[in-house]
Protein backbone atom coordinates (compact mmCIF):
# COMPACT_ATOMS: atom_id res chain seq x y z
CA UNK A 1 0.00 0.00 0.00
CA UNK A 2 3.25 2.31 0.97
CA UNK A 3 4.18 1.89 -3.10
CA UNK A 4 0.51 3.42 -3.99
CA UNK A 5 0.83 6.22 -1.79
CA UNK A 6 4.38 7.10 -2.66
CA UNK A 7 2.76 7.13 -6.27
CA UNK A 8 -0.09 9.17 -5.66
CA UNK A 9 2.85 12.05 -4.09
CA UNK A 10 5.04 11.57 -7.41
CA UNK A 11 1.78 11.92 -9.30
CA UNK A 12 0.98 14.89 -7.95
CA UNK A 13 4.29 16.31 -8.50
CA UNK A 14 4.66 15.14 -11.83
CA UNK A 15 0.99 16.84 -12.55
CA UNK A 16 3.10 20.17 -11.81
CA UNK A 17 4.09 20.47 -15.52
CA UNK A 18 1.65 17.85 -17.07
CA UNK A 19 -1.46 20.01 -19.04
CA UNK A 20 -5.44 18.90 -19.63
CA UNK A 21 -5.69 17.54 -22.76
CA UNK A 22 -7.93 19.19 -25.28
CA UNK A 23 -11.75 18.66 -25.83
CA UNK A 24 -11.15 16.99 -21.75
CA UNK A 25 -15.05 17.83 -20.61
CA UNK A 26 -12.95 17.83 -17.01
CA UNK A 27 -9.88 18.99 -17.55
CA UNK A 28 -7.58 17.50 -15.84
CA UNK A 29 -3.93 16.99 -15.36
CA UNK A 30 -3.63 13.60 -14.71
CA UNK A 31 -5.55 12.00 -17.96
CA UNK A 32 -2.22 11.59 -19.71
CA UNK A 33 -1.20 9.93 -17.40
CA UNK A 34 -3.94 7.12 -17.09
CA UNK A 35 -4.38 7.22 -20.76
CA UNK A 36 -0.85 5.88 -21.18
CA UNK A 37 -1.62 3.29 -17.87
CA UNK A 38 -4.40 1.93 -17.98
CA UNK A 39 -5.49 2.80 -21.64
CA UNK A 40 -1.60 1.45 -22.86
CA UNK A 41 -2.27 5.28 -24.74
CA UNK A 42 -4.71 3.59 -27.22
CA UNK A 43 -6.86 5.44 -29.47
CA UNK A 44 -9.45 6.63 -27.35
CA UNK A 45 -12.50 9.74 -27.92
CA UNK A 46 -14.32 11.67 -25.47
CA UNK A 47 -17.86 10.62 -25.80
CA UNK A 48 -20.95 11.67 -24.67
CA UNK A 49 -23.18 8.57 -25.40
CA UNK A 50 -20.95 7.55 -22.31
CA UNK A 51 -22.88 9.36 -19.58
CA UNK A 52 -21.38 9.12 -15.99
CA UNK A 53 -23.44 10.48 -13.38
CA UNK A 54 -22.38 11.32 -9.66
CA UNK A 55 -24.12 13.83 -7.54
CA UNK A 56 -23.07 17.49 -7.56
CA UNK A 57 -21.16 16.80 -4.01
CA UNK A 58 -19.96 13.94 -1.79
CA UNK A 59 -22.54 13.96 0.92
CA UNK A 60 -20.65 10.62 2.26
CA UNK A 61 -17.08 10.30 0.81
CA UNK A 62 -17.00 6.41 1.69
CA UNK A 63 -20.34 6.05 0.10
CA UNK A 64 -20.46 7.85 -3.32
CA UNK A 65 -22.51 6.73 -5.99
CA UNK A 66 -21.48 6.44 -9.63
CA UNK A 67 -23.57 5.12 -12.35
CA UNK A 68 -22.27 4.36 -16.22
CA UNK A 69 -24.83 4.95 -18.50
CA UNK A 70 -23.45 4.19 -21.75
CA UNK A 71 -26.71 2.10 -23.50
CA UNK A 72 -26.39 5.08 -26.38
CA UNK A 73 -22.95 3.59 -27.99
CA UNK A 74 -23.49 0.74 -30.60
CA UNK A 75 -21.42 -1.98 -31.04
CA UNK A 76 -19.87 -4.58 -28.87
CA UNK A 77 -17.99 -3.96 -25.29
CA UNK A 78 -14.80 -5.44 -25.20
CA UNK A 79 -13.84 -4.06 -21.64
CA UNK A 80 -14.96 -1.41 -19.44
CA UNK A 81 -12.66 0.62 -16.72
CA UNK A 82 -13.84 3.04 -13.89
CA UNK A 83 -11.56 5.27 -12.34
CA UNK A 84 -11.19 8.01 -10.12
CA UNK A 85 -8.50 10.45 -11.02
CA UNK A 86 -7.25 12.01 -7.65
CA UNK A 87 -7.74 8.73 -5.70
CA UNK A 88 -4.88 7.22 -3.83
CA UNK A 89 -6.26 4.06 -5.07
CA UNK A 90 -7.67 5.43 -8.53
CA UNK A 91 -9.02 1.86 -10.04
CA UNK A 92 -12.95 0.77 -9.20
CA UNK A 93 -13.64 -1.25 -11.27
CA UNK A 94 -13.20 -3.74 -14.93
CA UNK A 95 -15.48 -4.80 -16.42
CA UNK A 96 -15.62 -7.83 -19.27
CA UNK A 97 -19.01 -8.13 -20.58
CA UNK A 98 -20.33 -10.48 -22.87
CA UNK A 99 -23.26 -9.38 -25.23
CA UNK A 100 -25.92 -10.34 -22.56
CA UNK A 101 -24.97 -7.27 -20.27
CA UNK A 102 -26.11 -4.16 -20.83
CA UNK A 103 -24.60 -1.15 -20.90
CA UNK A 104 -25.27 0.13 -17.89
CA UNK A 105 -23.83 -0.24 -14.20
CA UNK A 106 -23.56 1.63 -11.13
CA UNK A 107 -21.72 1.53 -8.16
CA UNK A 108 -20.65 3.17 -5.06
CA UNK A 109 -16.90 4.28 -4.15
CA UNK A 110 -14.85 6.14 -1.57
CA UNK A 111 -13.63 9.38 -2.28
CA UNK A 112 -10.84 11.09 -0.92
CA UNK A 113 -10.92 14.68 -2.45
CA UNK A 114 -12.80 15.95 -5.09
CA UNK A 115 -11.86 14.07 -8.39
CA UNK A 116 -12.80 13.26 -12.03
CA UNK A 117 -14.59 10.13 -12.13
CA UNK A 118 -13.89 8.27 -15.54
CA UNK A 119 -15.59 5.25 -17.21
CA UNK A 120 -13.93 3.67 -20.70
CA UNK A 121 -15.53 1.35 -23.20
CA UNK A 122 -12.67 -0.63 -25.20
CA UNK A 123 -15.37 -1.34 -28.11
CA UNK A 124 -14.86 -3.57 -31.06
CA UNK A 125 -13.54 -0.86 -33.02
CA UNK A 126 -10.73 -0.49 -30.86
CA UNK A 127 -11.38 2.67 -29.72
CA UNK A 128 -11.57 3.34 -26.34
CA UNK A 129 -15.09 5.65 -25.69
CA UNK A 130 -14.88 7.83 -22.46
CA UNK A 131 -17.18 9.47 -20.54
CA UNK A 132 -16.32 12.07 -17.42
CA UNK A 133 -17.74 13.57 -14.23
CA UNK A 134 -16.62 15.07 -10.89
CA UNK A 135 -17.44 14.98 -7.42
CA UNK A 136 -16.98 17.44 -5.31
CA UNK A 137 -15.36 16.50 -1.49
CA UNK A 138 -14.64 17.86 1.03
CA UNK A 139 -12.78 14.61 1.42
CA UNK A 140 -11.43 11.53 4.09
CA UNK A 141 -13.38 8.43 2.00
CA UNK A 142 -10.58 6.05 1.73
CA UNK A 143 -9.06 7.30 4.98
CA UNK A 144 -11.97 6.73 7.00
CA UNK A 145 -12.52 4.69 9.95
CA UNK A 146 -14.74 1.45 8.81
CA UNK A 147 -18.28 1.27 9.67
CA UNK A 148 -18.36 -2.45 8.88
CA UNK A 149 -15.60 -3.33 11.54
CA UNK A 150 -17.64 -0.75 13.78
CA UNK A 151 -19.72 -3.55 14.06
CA UNK A 152 -19.82 -6.41 16.81
CA UNK A 153 -19.92 -9.75 14.96
CA UNK A 154 -19.08 -8.23 11.74
CA UNK A 155 -17.46 -11.07 10.78
CA UNK A 156 -20.21 -13.50 11.00
CA UNK A 157 -22.26 -11.72 8.01
CA UNK A 158 -18.81 -11.92 5.49
CA UNK A 159 -20.14 -12.69 2.24
CA UNK A 160 -23.83 -11.97 3.31
CA UNK A 161 -25.52 -10.91 -0.18
CA UNK A 162 -28.43 -9.31 -0.29
CA UNK A 163 -30.74 -7.82 -3.71
CA UNK A 164 -32.62 -9.05 -6.10
CA UNK A 165 -33.58 -8.76 -10.08
CA UNK A 166 -35.93 -5.76 -11.50
CA UNK A 167 -37.75 -5.81 -14.53
CA UNK A 168 -36.92 -2.61 -16.53
CA UNK A 169 -39.23 -3.36 -19.37
CA UNK A 170 -37.39 -6.25 -21.50
CA UNK A 171 -34.51 -6.51 -19.81
CA UNK A 172 -33.25 -6.53 -16.25
CA UNK A 173 -31.72 -4.75 -13.65
CA UNK A 174 -29.48 -7.12 -11.27
CA UNK A 175 -28.84 -5.24 -7.44
CA UNK A 176 -26.38 -6.78 -5.49
CA UNK A 177 -25.07 -5.79 -2.00
CA UNK A 178 -22.35 -7.75 -0.59
CA UNK A 179 -21.59 -7.24 3.48
CA UNK A 180 -17.80 -6.95 3.32
CA UNK A 181 -15.29 -4.26 4.90
CA UNK A 182 -13.09 -3.82 1.53
CA UNK A 183 -10.64 -2.72 3.90
CA UNK A 184 -8.26 -0.63 1.41
CA UNK A 185 -4.70 -0.23 3.89
CA UNK A 186 -5.00 3.02 3.88
CA UNK A 187 -6.53 2.82 7.39
CA UNK A 188 -5.59 2.19 10.67
CA UNK A 189 -2.83 -0.42 9.62
CA UNK A 190 -5.48 -2.79 9.07
CA UNK A 191 -3.93 -4.94 6.08
CA UNK A 192 -5.88 -5.07 2.40
CA UNK A 193 -8.78 -7.23 2.57
CA UNK A 194 -11.25 -6.86 0.02
CA UNK A 195 -13.43 -8.21 -2.69
CA UNK A 196 -10.93 -8.61 -5.63
CA UNK A 197 -12.65 -10.96 -8.12
CA UNK A 198 -16.18 -11.56 -9.76
CA UNK A 199 -18.12 -13.48 -12.15
CA UNK A 200 -22.06 -13.11 -13.36
CA UNK A 201 -22.83 -16.55 -14.74
CA UNK A 202 -26.50 -17.59 -16.37
CA UNK A 203 -27.16 -20.92 -14.68
CA UNK A 204 -25.18 -23.34 -17.13
CA UNK A 205 -22.06 -21.83 -15.54
CA UNK A 206 -21.83 -19.42 -18.87
CA UNK A 207 -19.90 -16.10 -17.84
CA UNK A 208 -21.84 -13.26 -18.75
CA UNK A 209 -19.68 -11.14 -17.30
CA UNK A 210 -16.69 -10.76 -15.03
CA UNK A 211 -15.23 -7.88 -13.01
CA UNK A 212 -11.88 -7.43 -11.65
CA UNK A 213 -12.89 -5.43 -8.10
CA UNK A 214 -10.63 -2.31 -6.53
CA UNK A 215 -10.52 -1.15 -2.43
CA UNK A 216 -11.90 1.90 -4.06
CA UNK A 217 -15.03 0.42 -4.34
CA UNK A 218 -17.40 0.85 -0.91
CA UNK A 219 -17.02 -1.32 2.31
CA UNK A 220 -20.41 -3.54 1.84
CA UNK A 221 -20.34 -3.07 -2.03
CA UNK A 222 -23.41 -2.39 -3.78
CA UNK A 223 -23.46 -2.74 -7.52
CA UNK A 224 -25.93 -2.85 -10.12
CA UNK A 225 -25.73 -4.35 -13.42
CA UNK A 226 -27.93 -4.25 -16.64
CA UNK A 227 -28.79 -7.37 -18.26
CA UNK A 228 -30.81 -8.12 -21.68
CA UNK A 229 -34.25 -10.32 -20.80
CA UNK A 230 -35.12 -11.41 -17.80
CA UNK A 231 -32.70 -14.88 -16.79
CA UNK A 232 -31.88 -16.44 -13.29
CA UNK A 233 -28.41 -15.90 -12.51
CA UNK A 234 -25.81 -16.74 -10.32
CA UNK A 235 -22.96 -14.71 -8.95
CA UNK A 236 -19.54 -15.39 -7.67
CA UNK A 237 -17.58 -13.30 -5.81
CA UNK A 238 -13.63 -14.05 -4.26
CA UNK A 239 -11.98 -11.75 -1.84
CA UNK A 240 -7.91 -11.37 -2.10
CA UNK A 241 -7.45 -13.86 1.10
CA UNK A 242 -9.17 -16.52 -1.08
CA UNK A 243 -12.80 -16.20 0.42
CA UNK A 244 -15.41 -17.09 -2.34
CA UNK A 245 -19.15 -16.04 -2.15
CA UNK A 246 -21.98 -17.09 -4.39
CA UNK A 247 -25.61 -16.09 -4.61
CA UNK A 248 -28.65 -16.64 -6.66
CA UNK A 249 -30.23 -14.11 -8.20
CA UNK A 250 -33.84 -15.63 -9.30
CA UNK B 1 -15.33 40.39 -11.48
CA UNK B 2 -17.29 37.70 -9.52
CA UNK B 3 -14.16 36.65 -8.29
CA UNK B 4 -13.04 40.05 -7.21
CA UNK B 5 -16.48 40.09 -5.43
CA UNK B 6 -16.15 36.56 -3.70
CA UNK B 7 -11.93 38.06 -2.60
CA UNK B 8 -13.41 41.10 -1.21
CA UNK B 9 -16.13 39.51 1.11
CA UNK B 10 -13.73 37.00 2.37
CA UNK B 11 -11.65 40.09 2.86
CA UNK B 12 -13.59 41.62 5.35
CA UNK B 13 -14.85 38.71 6.91
CA UNK B 14 -11.57 37.90 8.12
CA UNK B 15 -11.52 41.35 9.45
CA UNK B 16 -13.48 40.20 12.30
CA UNK B 17 -15.51 38.12 12.82
CA UNK B 18 -17.75 39.17 15.57
CA UNK B 19 -18.95 42.16 13.61
CA UNK B 20 -20.29 40.28 11.37
CA UNK B 21 -23.73 38.87 12.53
CA UNK B 22 -26.44 41.10 12.84
CA UNK B 23 -28.66 40.07 15.19
CA UNK B 24 -32.22 41.71 16.03
CA UNK B 25 -34.31 40.02 18.58
CA UNK B 26 -37.86 40.62 17.87
CA UNK B 27 -40.57 40.36 20.22
CA UNK B 28 -43.18 37.73 19.12
CA UNK B 29 -44.80 36.95 21.85
CA UNK B 30 -45.16 38.29 26.30
CA UNK B 31 -41.57 38.51 27.28
CA UNK B 32 -40.79 36.39 24.55
CA UNK B 33 -38.17 37.12 21.55
CA UNK B 34 -37.13 35.76 18.56
CA UNK B 35 -33.56 35.89 16.78
CA UNK B 36 -34.32 34.84 12.94
CA UNK B 37 -31.74 33.32 10.94
CA UNK B 38 -32.24 32.95 6.80
CA UNK B 39 -33.66 30.07 5.00
CA UNK B 40 -30.06 29.53 3.03
CA UNK B 41 -27.61 27.18 3.28
CA UNK B 42 -24.14 27.74 5.33
CA UNK B 43 -21.96 29.95 3.62
CA UNK B 44 -19.32 32.65 4.24
CA UNK B 45 -21.06 35.49 3.80
CA UNK B 46 -23.49 34.50 6.23
CA UNK B 47 -21.26 33.02 9.18
CA UNK B 48 -23.70 29.68 9.29
CA UNK B 49 -26.31 32.11 10.87
CA UNK B 50 -29.13 30.28 9.12
CA UNK B 51 -30.87 29.02 12.45
CA UNK B 52 -33.96 30.66 14.69
CA UNK B 53 -32.43 31.38 18.28
CA UNK B 54 -35.22 32.52 20.80
CA UNK B 55 -34.63 33.92 24.48
CA UNK B 56 -37.59 34.30 27.41
CA UNK B 57 -37.05 36.74 29.67
CA UNK B 58 -39.12 35.44 32.74
CA UNK B 59 -39.10 36.56 36.25
CA UNK B 60 -36.09 35.41 37.06
CA UNK B 61 -33.92 35.61 34.38
CA UNK B 62 -33.42 34.67 30.48
CA UNK B 63 -34.22 31.29 29.03
CA UNK B 64 -32.36 31.09 25.62
CA UNK B 65 -33.17 28.19 23.46
CA UNK B 66 -30.54 27.04 20.91
CA UNK B 67 -26.99 28.93 20.93
CA UNK B 68 -26.27 29.20 17.15
CA UNK B 69 -23.40 28.36 15.08
CA UNK B 70 -20.55 29.81 16.04
CA UNK B 71 -18.59 31.28 19.63
CA UNK B 72 -19.12 34.91 18.11
CA UNK B 73 -22.75 34.08 16.84
CA UNK B 74 -23.28 33.16 20.63
CA UNK B 75 -21.48 36.42 22.07
CA UNK B 76 -23.57 38.48 19.46
CA UNK B 77 -26.83 36.77 20.42
CA UNK B 78 -25.84 37.43 24.47
CA UNK B 79 -25.17 41.41 23.21
CA UNK B 80 -28.40 41.30 21.59
CA UNK B 81 -29.95 40.07 25.10
CA UNK B 82 -28.54 42.88 26.74
CA UNK B 83 -30.22 45.67 24.56
CA UNK B 84 -33.78 44.40 25.36
CA UNK B 85 -33.24 43.24 29.42
CA UNK B 86 -30.95 43.84 32.33
CA UNK B 87 -32.03 40.79 33.76
CA UNK B 88 -29.06 38.25 33.14
CA UNK B 89 -29.27 34.88 31.68
CA UNK B 90 -30.18 32.09 33.69
CA UNK B 91 -30.55 29.02 31.81
CA UNK B 92 -30.11 27.61 27.89
CA UNK B 93 -31.91 24.85 26.61
CA UNK B 94 -30.82 22.93 23.66
CA UNK B 95 -32.93 21.65 21.12
CA UNK B 96 -30.73 19.24 19.44
CA UNK B 97 -27.23 18.45 18.96
CA UNK B 98 -26.62 19.78 15.26
CA UNK B 99 -23.99 22.51 14.63
CA UNK B 100 -25.75 25.30 13.68
CA UNK B 101 -27.94 24.93 17.56
CA UNK B 102 -25.32 24.61 19.60
CA UNK B 103 -21.71 25.89 18.78
CA UNK B 104 -22.36 29.40 20.49
CA UNK B 105 -22.40 27.31 23.67
CA UNK B 106 -19.07 28.82 25.16
CA UNK B 107 -20.71 32.45 25.34
CA UNK B 108 -23.08 30.73 27.59
CA UNK B 109 -20.12 28.68 29.68
CA UNK B 110 -21.23 30.99 32.87
CA UNK B 111 -25.11 29.44 33.19
CA UNK B 112 -26.47 25.82 32.66
CA UNK B 113 -26.95 24.42 29.69
CA UNK B 114 -29.63 21.77 29.14
CA UNK B 115 -30.03 19.39 27.09
CA UNK B 116 -31.68 15.95 26.47
CA UNK B 117 -29.47 12.91 27.58
CA UNK B 118 -28.94 11.50 23.95
CA UNK B 119 -28.40 14.94 22.76
CA UNK B 120 -25.54 15.27 25.25
CA UNK B 121 -24.43 11.64 23.73
CA UNK B 122 -24.74 12.60 20.10
CA UNK B 123 -22.51 15.87 20.55
CA UNK B 124 -20.05 14.02 22.40
CA UNK B 125 -19.53 11.52 19.52
CA UNK B 126 -20.34 14.36 16.41
CA UNK B 127 -19.34 17.55 17.94
CA UNK B 128 -15.66 17.70 16.94
CA UNK B 129 -16.48 16.25 13.36
CA UNK B 130 -19.33 18.86 13.05
CA UNK B 131 -17.36 21.66 13.87
CA UNK B 132 -14.79 20.83 11.47
CA UNK B 133 -16.92 20.76 9.35
CA UNK B 134 -18.27 24.22 9.70
CA UNK B 135 -14.68 25.62 9.45
CA UNK B 136 -14.44 24.22 6.19
CA UNK B 137 -18.05 25.91 4.65
CA UNK B 138 -18.46 28.54 7.12
CA UNK B 139 -14.55 30.04 7.85
CA UNK B 140 -13.50 32.63 9.62
CA UNK B 141 -17.03 33.50 11.48
CA UNK B 142 -15.99 30.01 13.74
CA UNK B 143 -12.15 31.22 14.78
CA UNK B 144 -12.14 30.54 18.61
CA UNK B 145 -15.23 27.75 18.03
CA UNK B 146 -14.90 24.93 20.33
CA UNK B 147 -17.64 22.39 21.34
CA UNK B 148 -19.20 22.85 24.69
CA UNK B 149 -20.71 19.85 25.83
CA UNK B 150 -24.32 20.55 27.91
CA UNK B 151 -23.59 20.50 31.73
CA UNK B 152 -27.33 19.70 32.83
CA UNK B 153 -29.58 16.73 31.43
CA UNK B 154 -33.10 17.34 31.22
CA UNK B 155 -36.47 15.14 30.21
CA UNK B 156 -39.89 15.03 29.39
CA UNK B 157 -41.65 16.66 31.71
CA UNK B 158 -42.32 20.13 33.23
CA UNK B 159 -39.59 22.87 34.18
CA UNK B 160 -41.42 26.04 35.55
CA UNK B 161 -38.79 29.32 35.60
CA UNK B 162 -40.10 32.95 36.77
CA UNK B 163 -43.50 32.78 36.18
CA UNK B 164 -43.27 30.23 32.87
CA UNK B 165 -43.97 26.93 33.02
CA UNK B 166 -42.38 25.41 30.27
CA UNK B 167 -43.93 21.92 28.76
CA UNK B 168 -40.74 19.63 27.58
CA UNK B 169 -41.10 16.95 25.13
CA UNK B 170 -38.22 14.08 24.56
CA UNK B 171 -38.77 13.30 20.57
CA UNK B 172 -36.56 11.69 18.18
CA UNK B 173 -37.91 12.41 14.60
CA UNK B 174 -34.94 14.55 13.70
CA UNK B 175 -31.57 13.15 15.35
CA UNK B 176 -32.97 10.63 17.54
CA UNK B 177 -32.82 13.28 20.66
CA UNK B 178 -34.79 16.26 19.92
CA UNK B 179 -36.48 18.31 22.74
CA UNK B 180 -39.25 20.60 22.03
CA UNK B 181 -40.46 23.17 24.35
CA UNK B 182 -44.22 24.63 24.49
CA UNK B 183 -44.52 27.41 26.95
CA UNK B 184 -47.50 27.08 28.41
CA UNK B 185 -47.76 30.93 29.64
CA UNK B 186 -47.57 32.07 25.75
CA UNK B 187 -48.46 29.24 24.15
CA UNK B 188 -45.42 29.44 21.81
CA UNK B 189 -43.97 25.97 20.27
CA UNK B 190 -40.49 26.04 20.02
CA UNK B 191 -40.02 23.15 18.36
CA UNK B 192 -36.57 23.00 16.96
CA UNK B 193 -35.52 21.12 13.83
CA UNK B 194 -38.62 18.54 14.37
CA UNK B 195 -40.41 21.80 12.07
CA UNK B 196 -38.85 23.42 9.15
CA UNK B 197 -40.96 25.76 7.35
CA UNK B 198 -40.23 26.76 3.73
CA UNK B 199 -37.06 25.60 3.99
CA UNK B 200 -36.24 21.81 3.21
CA UNK B 201 -35.59 19.48 6.28
CA UNK B 202 -32.01 17.74 7.04
CA UNK B 203 -31.68 14.19 7.48
CA UNK B 204 -28.45 13.19 8.79
CA UNK B 205 -29.12 11.54 12.13
CA UNK B 206 -33.29 10.78 11.63
CA UNK B 207 -34.08 7.49 12.81
CA UNK B 208 -36.96 7.50 9.95
CA UNK B 209 -39.40 9.23 8.18
CA UNK B 210 -41.98 7.21 10.47
CA UNK B 211 -40.64 8.49 13.25
CA UNK B 212 -40.82 12.08 12.28
CA UNK B 213 -44.23 12.03 11.25
CA UNK B 214 -45.13 10.54 14.51
CA UNK B 215 -43.87 13.41 16.16
CA UNK B 216 -45.41 16.07 14.07
CA UNK B 217 -48.62 14.26 15.08
CA UNK B 218 -47.62 14.77 18.67
CA UNK B 219 -46.82 18.89 18.44
CA UNK B 220 -49.70 19.80 16.22
CA UNK B 221 -51.90 18.36 19.30
CA UNK B 222 -50.52 20.32 22.00
CA UNK B 223 -52.22 23.63 22.52
CA UNK B 224 -49.57 25.87 21.23
CA UNK B 225 -50.50 29.53 19.75
CA UNK B 226 -47.20 30.09 17.45
CA UNK B 227 -45.13 27.75 16.33
CA UNK B 228 -41.13 28.91 15.95
CA UNK B 229 -39.60 26.47 13.35
CA UNK B 230 -35.72 25.48 13.59
CA UNK B 231 -35.06 27.20 10.28
CA UNK B 232 -37.91 29.25 8.53
CA UNK B 233 -40.58 32.06 9.48
CA UNK B 234 -42.90 31.85 12.13
CA UNK B 235 -45.95 30.64 12.05
CA UNK B 236 -49.75 30.75 14.18
CA UNK B 237 -51.69 28.26 11.57
CA UNK B 238 -51.24 24.87 11.22
CA UNK B 239 -49.31 25.46 7.88
CA UNK B 240 -46.14 24.23 9.43
CA UNK B 241 -47.24 21.19 10.38
CA UNK B 242 -49.19 20.63 7.05
CA UNK B 243 -46.00 21.07 5.11
CA UNK B 244 -43.78 19.04 6.79
CA UNK B 245 -46.50 15.92 6.69
CA UNK B 246 -46.75 16.01 2.91
CA UNK B 247 -43.19 16.43 2.37
CA UNK B 248 -42.20 13.79 4.57
CA UNK B 249 -44.99 11.43 3.03
CA UNK B 250 -43.89 12.53 -0.52
CA UNK B 251 -39.96 11.45 0.48
CA UNK B 252 -40.96 8.94 1.99
CA UNK B 253 -43.31 7.45 -1.04
CA UNK B 254 -41.15 8.75 -3.64
CA UNK B 255 -37.87 6.69 -1.95
CA UNK B 256 -39.66 3.52 -1.50
CA UNK B 257 -40.92 3.58 -5.16
CA UNK B 258 -37.60 4.15 -6.68
CA UNK B 259 -36.65 1.52 -4.78
CA UNK B 260 -39.19 -0.88 -5.45
CA UNK B 261 -38.33 -0.19 -9.36
CA UNK B 262 -34.66 -1.08 -8.61
CA UNK B 263 -33.36 2.53 -9.19
CA UNK B 264 -29.64 3.19 -8.00
CA UNK B 265 -29.17 6.67 -5.91
CA UNK B 266 -28.38 9.10 -9.04
CA UNK B 267 -31.37 7.95 -10.59
CA UNK B 268 -33.17 8.63 -7.26
CA UNK B 269 -31.59 11.69 -6.63
CA UNK B 270 -32.51 13.43 -10.05
CA UNK B 271 -35.97 12.64 -9.77
CA UNK B 272 -39.06 15.65 -10.09
CA UNK B 273 -39.56 17.50 -6.75
CA UNK B 274 -43.15 18.23 -6.53
CA UNK B 275 -44.07 21.59 -7.74
CA UNK B 276 -45.88 22.34 -4.75
CA UNK B 277 -42.49 22.51 -2.93
CA UNK B 278 -41.18 25.39 -5.40
CA UNK B 279 -41.86 27.99 -1.83
CA UNK B 280 -39.36 25.69 0.02
CA UNK B 281 -35.86 26.46 -0.15
CA UNK B 282 -32.74 23.74 -0.57
CA UNK B 283 -35.42 20.96 -1.54
CA UNK B 284 -32.72 19.58 -4.57
CA UNK B 285 -29.78 19.98 -2.25
CA UNK B 286 -31.63 18.20 0.45
CA UNK B 287 -33.12 15.41 -1.17
CA UNK B 288 -29.27 15.01 -2.43
CA UNK B 289 -28.12 14.75 0.95
CA UNK B 290 -31.42 12.87 2.34
CA UNK B 291 -30.61 10.01 -0.58
CA UNK B 292 -27.20 9.17 0.72
CA UNK B 293 -28.79 9.23 4.45
CA UNK B 294 -32.02 7.16 4.16
CA UNK B 295 -31.81 5.58 0.60
CA UNK B 296 -29.91 2.12 1.48
CA UNK B 297 -32.79 1.59 4.21
CA UNK B 298 -34.86 1.75 1.60
CA UNK B 299 -32.86 -0.58 -0.68
CA UNK B 300 -32.61 -3.36 1.66
CA UNK B 301 -36.62 -3.81 2.03
CA UNK B 302 -36.92 -4.65 -1.33
CA UNK B 303 -33.77 -7.24 -1.31
CA UNK B 304 -33.88 -10.52 0.02
CA UNK B 305 -31.06 -12.85 1.17
CA UNK B 306 -29.65 -14.53 -2.09
CA UNK B 307 -26.21 -16.25 -0.66
CA UNK B 308 -26.39 -19.39 -0.82
ZN1 LIG C 1 -30.82 20.11 13.01
Known amino acids: ?250 | MRYLFIFCCSFFLSLSAVADYQLTPKKIAENTWLVEGSTDNFSLHNGGNIVNAAFIVTDHGVVVVDTGPSFAYGKVLRAAIASVTDKPVIQVLLTHHHPDHVLGNQAFDDVPIAALAGTKKLLQEQGNYMAENMYRVVGDAMRGTEVLLPTQLVEEGLMEIGGHPLRLLSLTGHTGADLAILDERTGVLFAGDLVFYQRALATPNTPGLAAWLADIDTLEKLPWKLIVPGHGPLATDHQPFVQMRDYLNWLDSALREAAQAGQDMNQVLRMPIPERFAGVSLTRYELIRTVSHLYPRYEQQQWQRLDQ
Open chain 1, 1 to 250: MKQRMVCALVLSLVSCWANAVEGDPQPSVMWEYFHERLLNNAEFVFDEKVQVSVPPFAEDARQVPVEVDARALTGRVEKIMLWAELNPIPQVLNVYPSAELEKFLAVRIRVEQATPIRAAFLMDDGIWHVGSARIEAAGGGCTAPSVVRAQEGWEDHLGEILGARFNTGDNSRLRLSVSHPMDNGLVDSIPEFYLDQAELRDLSGAVLARLEIFSAISENPTITLGIKGQPETQLWLRDNNGNEFTAHIP
